[in-house]
């Protein structure tokens, strides 16, 4: 069995993964939202999932929140809630993708009446991080245009900027924006923030609390992302990740599913950079599971971050430098490869029972009898906001 070092270990224990809450109510496409029994009515629902997913892994200590889907009257309420229950609130998601004055834009629109009411939206979400203690607020965009000639897409890109200061404005000294990229969808021609350069140049407009979040989802088929991960954090602007994996477009799958090399790839370029375990360096999901039970389904996520963390951790830097300098190019990718390669699980098993949690925590939670238990009581579970 592959053993793994206590500097290993140590970095591992330092490991913690953001979950969504939107990832514990039901999701699905525009075809069709299947619900699962045991889905949470409320927020408070949601924080106490996220919660038994900590429980077993001890790897989810907080939970971003998307205004307005967790909007509640009692935002101390719900941080006590969450305390409570050993997780924290993190990072507050706008949502300026579902109300009709936002058919041509939010933040960039040539309306005034329409940006103003997009950056309050904003200033909201700031008020509410007070309440709950986040740090964090992210932006993510569905702002574009469909055909050529639409829409000026210069004048919309100085609209952004402005929106963003005044936003940014608003901000406390240990509070961040960041602001999230995707290439397209639901904009097919154009989108405001397609790619890590507009969104980098955007945000170093404003200022070092504003940083760019890279979606793993959100790249076209064949992009070398662990590239844009290394460039952002030599440049000091890697804000977060949002994990998830994709096949196709934006398919919000659990992170390593569909290609666990690229996960382990992007991880050894964290870890290169210094991004592992650094405060500034958000990790996070951004999942949905549409047909899979939601907890288990977080699960998994969080334990995939985890073994590939922990493969990333064991490429031998000084052999892999040495080969580098050598020219040796098989030399040198095959110690990224043996790295790769090595099945960490049976070494995280027993680590994770040392330290009294599961060594199995996927097996743990379906013998736990919880998802019977949540789904005898919850009757009527919300969705998402996705897939309506
Ligand atoms: C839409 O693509 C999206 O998945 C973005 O990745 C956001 O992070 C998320 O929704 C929540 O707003
Ligand atoms: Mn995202
Ligand atoms: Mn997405």
Redesign the pocket.
């Known amino acids: 069995m592959t053993t793994l070092s206590p500097e290993i270990l140590t970095q591992l224990e330092g490991q913690g993964i953001e979950l969504?809450s939107?990832a514990f109510g039901n999701s699905g496409t525009r075809f069709r939202v299947f619900a699962t029994a045991g889905t949470p009515r409320d927020p408070f629902e949601k924080i106490a999932d996220a919660a038994e997913v900590n429980r077993y892994t001890a790897l989810a200590p907080s939970v971003a929140l998307?205004i307005p889907w967790d909007k509640v009257d009692d935002y101390a309420a719900l941080r006590r809630h969450a305390e409570d229950l050993g997780v924290q609130l993190g990072t507050i998601?706008?949502?300026t993708?579902q109300d009709e004055d936002y058919k041509f834009g939010a933040l960039t629109h040539h309306d005034e009446s329409i940006r103003r009411k997009a950056i309050d939206h904003h200033l909201e979400c700031i008020d509410i991080m007070h309440e709950t203690g986040s740090r964090d607020l992210?932006i993510?965009l569905?702002e574009g245009s469909n055909y050529p000639g639409q829409n000026d897409m210069r004048g919309r890109q100085d609209r952004l900027q402005d929106s963003l200061q005044q936003i940014y404005a608003r901000l406390d000294d240990d509070q961040r924006l960041v602001l999230?990229y995707?290439f397209f969808?639901p904009s097919f021609y154009h989108t405001d923030v397609p790619d890590w350069g507009t969104s980098y140049a955007q945000v170093a407009a404003l200022g070092d609390r504003a940083m760019v979040?890279l979606?793993t989802?959100?790249h076209a088929p064949g992009t070398n992302i662990e590239f844009i991960v290394m460039q952002l954090l030599r440049l000091g602007k890697l804000g977060s990740f949002?994990f998830?994996s994709r096949f196709y477009a934006?398919d919000?799958l659990i992170v390593g599913a569909a290609d666990p090399f690229q996960l382990f790839r992007i991880l050894v370029e964290v870890v290169r950079g210094g991004g592992l375990n650094n405060p500034d360096v958000a990790f996070m999901l951004?999942q949905?599971h549409n047909i899979e039970d939601k907890i288990p389904g977080q699960i998994r996520s969080v334990l995939n971050v985890q073994e590939m963390t922990a493969r990333a951790l064991l490429v031998d830097r000084a052999a892999l430098d040495a080969a580098q300098q050598a020219n040796d190019v098989l030399g040198a990718n095959g110690i990224l490869m043996d790295a790769f390669y090595t099945d960490v699980r049976p070494a995280l098993a027993e680590w994770r029972a040392s330290r009294g949690l599961p060594a199995d925590p996927m097996a743990a939670y379906a013998a736990s009898g919880h998802l019977q238990k949540i789904a005898a009581e919850r009757v009527g579970g919300t969705q998402a906001?996705?897939g309506a």
């Open positions: 969504p939107w998307h998601n706008s949502n993708f992210k993510w569905a999230e995707k969808e979040c979606d989802g959100h949002d998830n934006d919000d951004d949905c906001g996705w």
